[in-house]
């Protein structure tokens, strides 16, 4: 994953070299002194409250959590759905690019991350669905474009596919984990559960420290001749440090763990997929080529030498290319 020999574009990798070479750097980071062990969160239930009471910024769903959002100017909406373990500000430059040609514009905070309410329970795909499933609800959101980068990509299928029959116009999927990412008999190219449990016992032995080493494969900073750009680490950071440590903890079962080729065969919308040919996160021919293949109605665009965190690193090109495929 850290092989700063390479140049230009490297040919596609399995996941389970990307994601080793990620843990050999954040091992690093934390020190050798750290002996971590796996935690094991404990799950907590909470009693009902009633369903679609939106309090200001927020929307309660049905097990009394608080799910944060933005809803910013009018005209057709354009849902955001973030990665892992960031929150709706990581989409703040395509919420100011679409919000300025006269679309509406709307990011939730995913339970346990961001500003959302730190729950001990629904860290599962199904349950993220749902939630944005309530967002959309109680702001009748209707003939929407979704679009969702990486673990967002994951909650993005299954909601369109559970709930967003006559609410979704168009998807993108940007460097996202469909269909499936983990190592299986059905999917032998996939990543074994072992380096999960590493990135699980690294996460619970120095978050802080962890979170510093993770940003740069995923903007490719570590790239010969890319640029540094501290903000954007900075960025990055923060808004992981924001959530919950167990909610992060429990949602890496949920990214990699998670099926979605059936939610990825039920979606008939136009789905623009989207990912660079360099991503160190997800790599592409396991991820964007694959999901291509099962959607109904699909256009593929692959990036030479974009990195996982291409939206914030290439914006421009990105979204002249979101409002390209939204207007056509």
Do not use: C
């Not at 990135?199 to 570590?222: D, E, K, S, T």
């Amino acid at each position: 994953m850290f092989h700063n020999d390479l140049q230009g574009p490297p040919a596609p990798t399995s996941r389970r070299h990307v994601l080793i070479g990620s843990l050999a750097l954040t091992g690093a980071l934390i020190g050798a002194g750290a002996q971590a062990q796996p935690m094991q969160p404990a799950e907590t239930s909470r009693k009902p409250i009633t369903s679609g009471a939106v309090r200001m910024n927020t929307v309660t769903t049905q097990d009394g959590t608080q799910i944060f959002y933005k809803d910013w100017g009018s005209g057709q909406p354009i849902v955001f759905h973030h990665g892992w373990p960031l929150s709706a500000d990581d989409w703040d430059n395509q919420m100011m690019f679409f919000l300025a040609r006269g679309y509406r514009v709307i990011a939730h905070d995913r339970r346990g991350h961001g500003r959302s309410t730190q729950t001990g329970s629904g860290h599962d795909m199904d349950t993220y669905a749902a939630d944005a499933a309530a967002v959309v609800k109680a702001l009748d959101l209707r003939d929407a474009i979704h679009i969702g980068h990486s673990a967002g990509g994951g909650e993005l299928a299954r909601y369109v596919a559970r709930y967003g029959q006559g609410r979704v116009a168009k998807a993108v999927l940007i460097a996202s984990v469909p269909p499936i990412v983990i190592k299986s008999a059905t999917n032998p190219i996939g990543t074994p559960i072992e380096v999960f449990d590493a990135f699980r016992a690294n996460l619970a032995a120095n978050r802080a420290q962890f979170y510093r080493g993770v940003p740069i494969p995923f903007y490719n900073f570590n790239r010969p001749g890319v640029a540094m750009l501290d903000g954007v680490v900075d960025n990055w950071w923060r808004q992981g440090m924001m959530g919950g440590i167990n909610a992060q903890y429990l949602s890496i079962k949920a990214f990699s763990e998670t099926d979605f080729t059936d939610d990825l065969k039920a979606m008939e919308m136009p789905t623009l997929v989207m990912q660079g040919d360099d991503d160190q996160i997800v790599p592409y021919a396991d991820a964007s080529l694959l999901s291509a293949k099962l959607l109904k109605n699909s256009t593929l665009k692959v990036y030479p030498g974009f990195p996982h965190g291409m939206a914030t690193t290439h914006a421009d090109q990105i979204n002249a290319d979101l409002l390209a495929f939204i207007r056509a």
